[in-house]
């Protein structure tokens, strides 16, 4: 699972597996661009370090939180042209990605929507087994879009294994 927590100044990344329903870190980074330079060759910059990571570690899926549009609208619009260009690039490779909202990830890391930055990175620590709280704070962030995409598919896993199993259950006693 690639997590993606998306810039234009910095976009945070992380590398996450699922083996046998336990969740295991396997890198994280940030790929940070210049302020001085110009936006197109700043998005560029994203789509090829995308296009890298997506190269190295093969994903099967992905995760990026949703845009959120806070005071300034003007500060989102960045954001908005740096989630296209990683969009794009996970498109380009025809990997499904999950998107959700930062209270959807807030519960599914921390159980509490409502949980500041901090919590949520102490999470993310302690889930992964990690030594340290991961820098900068948008790997951890993107590990957390990981870690709440790889818990949604194991309960949509497990309800479908469920109601797969009741209607067996349901075929044996019709039959």
Known sequence: MLGI????ASTGWGILDDVDGKIQHIDHGVITTKADSPRADRLFFILQSIRSIIEKFNPDSAAIETLYFGRNVSSAIPVAEARGVISAAIAEKAIPLHEFTPNSIKLGVVGNAAADKKQVQEMVKLILGLDTVPKPDHAADALGS?????NNSLLNSSQKTSHKGTEAQRGRKEG
């Open 5 to 8: 927590d998306p810039g234009l």
């Open 146 to 150: 990981a870690i709440c995409a790889i």
